[in-house]
């Protein structure tokens, strides 16, 4: 079991007992997600951190739409608990990087694809550039705002 997965059950366990209700529900709904990851596919499997940290994501951005589209709607109390959702999940993300330092690991794909090239990289590369970029975000920076960031740099 991955750590990060072990540190969310002994967190279940510490929430259940401070009858933390929405800490309770949000990572019950964490955990299902993560089982229900580990099943997907031909055969079940155990996720690693990495890939736990992507349903992490995936789960945050979910809460994020459905505030942005309860508070289009008017249900206030809806989106207030949405976003209180996406806080508990934000809790066990790492910490997303600066706009600095995800100009610096754009900046250090462009060279090593320049590298490989042997010529600076144009807009046709980008695919050989995200997938450097993406690597060295390891999860800390969303996908839209690293293409937008590789976008202007090139």
Known sequence: MSELKARLRTDLTAAMKAKDKLRLATLRMILAAIQTEEVSGKEAHDLTDDDVLKVLAKEAKKRGESAVIYTQNGRGELAANERAEAQIIDEYLPTPLTDEELANIVDTAIAQVAEDL????????????????????????????????VKDRL
Do not use: C, N
């Open 118 to 149: 042997g010529e600076r990289p144009a807009m046709k590369q980008m695919g050989q550039v995200m997938k450097i970029a993406s690597g060295l975000a390891a999860g800390k920076a969303d996908g839209s705002r690293l293409s937008k960031a």
